[in-house]
């Protein structure tokens, strides 16, 4: 029903959830919990360690990489006050590639599959160790294929405190910004820890009123441009507000882009930059960033090429000298970074990384976005040096390295104060094993995920140019050690086209198989 507009009460609005500020405060984070709630559903929705759950997987959502397969199999484990990142799972249940009894799914039909426990007894959490959260993935008998968020991340879930507070939850949408087709229904479903006035309101119209502790409404969109729903509940003196974001697609622009622009991101003056995508077969693509408060946006969706392969966007009112975040936002739901960024940040792997061997590091925007990040600085084209002479190709004496193993602190500056050894040894040529930004941080390299993006984990491209320089001033050479075509799924030329029921790149994709 509609209803008038609820009165002005105190209001602490809640951008995170209790489990992503607390994460934040012990030095990493995860994605807003809206981003993964329909993969997984819980209940009870404030799950606390000494309770029974049941834990619900939709097998369709995510990476859907386990649609149609039965059975399904949990990979379970908890992240904990002693788990020092996302990735560093406590008490973890389930033996990898067998058919673990204990951790065997019931199926439900439709896609669905679930288990239940005591989150206690389950995992055997010891007295005095507090839990922050249940961490999963999913899986077929053998482990060949995985159900995972649709980032290809892990998939989290809260647990609260014995003495929960009054807290709310969005559990549907999945996203905090969608794109959506006028006439289309968009499920919305908030919770909270207790009972309370719960309204919905999209823009300044109020949609429905219910009081409780769930909320649910079928919204059926009509009116174009930019929208901000918000899930407003209200206790006593205290108001929760948990927002996201929708825009309706009334037409796509089809439009050629100006004559030689070159794809990825360029620098057209001190405010203003270009933006262009290569991606056949898609129905529209947004470009999401600091520039969009992260929003997909009417003004911020991206052209079309009359041929259908390309999309872009001339971006303006931008501030010479300030760092930027964008991703490309494909079909309102599959989030990328720029194939041809020069810097990508990521939500996992930069936790890894220190600031001794990357100092200044730019920051994942936590809370705002899920998947690899695409980083730059609006500055002045750079202007390349002439190279020095280098040594003949039949003179060459080439030491191959990997930048992880051969010196402990895996940093160009380190390698930078080593080329004294190297040079004692006659050497006259350093050959770098893959740099460019791979699969997770301990690797040879050899599954690159941006081609063109130096992987963090060695050091700046500052660090980068400096040994390069350093060794050009010795007469030495630098050789760079490449792979193209081993791109795995956390490439964006992979996720574009991906058969997530083979897990594999689909048969359209333009550039793999």
């Not at 309370?196 to 969109?221: C, K, M, P, S, W």
Request: charged share 20%; proline share 7%; aromatic share 12%.
């Amino acid at each position: 029903m509609l209803i008038s507009k609820p009165p002005i009460m105190r209001t602490l609005y809640k951008p995170f959830t209790r489990f992503g500020l607390l994460l934040f405060l012990l030095g990493f984070t995860l994605p807003y919990i809206s981003l993964q709630a329909q993969v997984v559903e819980v209940t009870p929705v404030f799950p606390k360690v000494s309770d029974n759950v049941t834990i619900t997987f939709n097998a369709t959502e995510g990476n859907g990489a386990l649609t149609g397969i039965s059975p399904v199999y949990a990979h379970a484990g908890l992240i904990t006050s002693e788990s020092q990142n996302p990735s560093d799972w406590k008490h973890v249940q389930g033996n990898w590639g067998t058919p673990d009894p204990k951790v065997l799914m019931t199926s439900l039909g439709n896609n669905r599959h679930s288990i239940s426990y005591n989150i206690k007894d389950f995992y055997g959490v010891n007295d005095g160790e507090t839990v922050e959260s249940l961490a999963f993935v999913f899986r077929n008998a053998n482990g060949s294929v995985v159900g995972r968020a649709a980032d290809g991340s892990d998939i989290f879930y809260p647990v609260y405190p014995d003495d929960v507070a009054f807290q709310s939850v969005l559990l549907s949408p999945e996203s905090p910004s969608l794109a959506l087709f006028q006439n289309e229904v968009l499920y919305i479903k908030g919770a909270t820890s207790q009972d309370a006035d719960l309204y919905l309101r999209d823009n300044q119209n109020y949609l429905y009123h219910t009081y409780g502790n769930l909320i649910e409404f079928n919204l059926t969109v009509h009116e174009p441009g930019n929208h901000e729903v918000c899930f407003i509940a209200i206790r006593g003196t205290d108001t929760l507000t948990q927002c996201f974001n929708y825009t309706v697609i009334v037409n796509v622009q089809q439009e050629d882009p100006p004559a030689g622009r070159e794809y990825g991101l360029t620098v057209l003056n001190d405010s203003t930059t270009y933006f262009q995508l290569y991606a056949p077969n898609k129905a529209f693509v947004h470009l999401i960033g600091d520039m969009s408060n992260w929003n997909l946006r009417e003004d911020f969706q991206m052209k079309k090429s009359l041929d259908g392969t390309t999309w872009w966007i001339e971006v303006t009112g931008l501030d010479k000298g300030s760092p930027y975040n964008y991703q490309y936002v494909v079909d309102g739901t599959l989030r990328i970074g720029d194939p041809y960024s020069t810097l990508i940040l990521d939500p996992f792997d930069d936790s890894s990384i220190s600031s001794e061997t990357y100092p200044d590091m730019p920051q994942y925007p936590y809370g705002k976005t899920t998947g690899q990040v695409t980083s730059f600085v609006l500055g002045p084209v750079e202007t390349i040096p002439p190279l020095s002479p280098k040594p003949e190709k039949k003179d060459l004496v080439i030491y191959e390295l990997l930048m992880r193993d051969f010196i402990a602190a895996h940093a160009y500056q380190t390698l930078e104060d080593t080329l004294d050894y190297l040079q004692r040894l006659g050497v006259n040529a350093v050959e770098l094993m893959p740099v460019q930004e791979f699969e997770g941080n301990q690797g040879w390299g050899y599954n690159p995920s941006y081609h063109m993006a130096l992987d963090k984990y060695y050091g700046s491209d500052d660090a980068f140019r400096a040994v390069i320089e350093a060794c050009h001033a010795r007469g030495m050479a630098v050789i760079l050690d490449v792979v193209y075509n081993h791109a795995f799924s956390q490439s964006p030329l992979a996720r574009l086209y991906w058969d997530g029921a083979n897990n594999r790149p689909s048969a359209e994709n333009p550039w793999l198989n």
